[in-house]
């Protein structure tokens, strides 16, 4: 496999199975350079990819996943089957069910551990 930059997720599985293949690589050898700078490669990806800040709460990840990631509020209008029940997600008046948030996970490939993590929803004024 040739190193170059990882630019996409077929990119980042080729990385990663390549990695798996050199993964006992005798330190100090070619093969172990090459392993280190794939891990890094990867690991750089996967920071872009899917940020991991400890703050960013589910919401915070579906508008990341909008803003920097190419999906749209109408992809995720979708998958979760309505305009109106994207808005309410985004805008904090409606929880992720587990079905929403398995259907995010399967389309959009976002990490469980982000989405499934607990935040606050806005209170409607009676």
Do not use: C
Request: cysteine-free; aromatic content about 4%.
């Amino acid at each position: 496999m040739e190193i170059r930059p990882i630019k996409n997720d077929e990119d980042h599985a080729a990385a990663l199975a390549e990695i798996a293949k050199l993964w006992d690589a005798v330190e100090g050898s070619e093969d172990d350079d090459k392993l280190d700078l794939l891990a890094t490669l990867v690991s750089r990806y996967e920071a872009t990819r899917w940020p991991t800040v400890s703050n960013m709460d589910p919401i915070e990840l579906l508008q990341f996943a909008i803003d920097e990631l190419g999906h749209t509020q109408a992809e995720l209008a979708e998958l979760l089957g309505s305009r109106p029940r994207a808005s309410e997600v985004l805008n904090r008046k409606r929880a992720l069910s587990i079905e929403m948030i398995r259907k995010i996970h399967d389309a959009w490939k976002l990490p469980l551990e982000l989405l499934i993590k607990p935040y606050a929803l806005v209170s409607i004024a009676a």
